[in-house]
């Protein structure tokens, strides 16, 4: 099961490339998108690892997008 976060502005192309290549980095992460209106960021992890995750998420994000903040929204059933 995935979780979806909201952002907190839209981001631009290249922020969300540069965001998305920084997650693909991280051990756990076993898939992460961010949806075609910039609006939100889908995180699948491997093991639940969310908190772990979650903490570099926040980090990249911040970091990336001069900033940016992440708010949970949902889960993903998949």
Same mark, same amino acid.
């Given at each position: 099961m995935g979780r979806y976060y909201h952002l907190s502005r839209q981001v631009t192309n290249l922020e969300s490339a540069m965001i998305l290549r920084d997650m693909k980095q991280l051990k756990n992460v076993k898939n992460v998108e961010i949806t075609d209106d910039h609006a939100y960021l889908k995180v699948?992890?491997?093991?639940?690892?969310? $908190?772990?995750?979650?903490? &570099? $998420?926040?980090?990249?994000? &911040?970091?990336?997008?001069?900033?940016?903040?992440?708010?949970?929204?949902?889960?993903?059933l998949e």
């Open positions: 699948i992890t491997m093991d639940d690892q969310y $908190a772990e995750v979650m903490t &570099s $998420a926040v980090n990249i994000c &911040s970091k990336v997008a001069r900033g940016l903040e992440l708010s949970f929204r949902r889960f993903v």
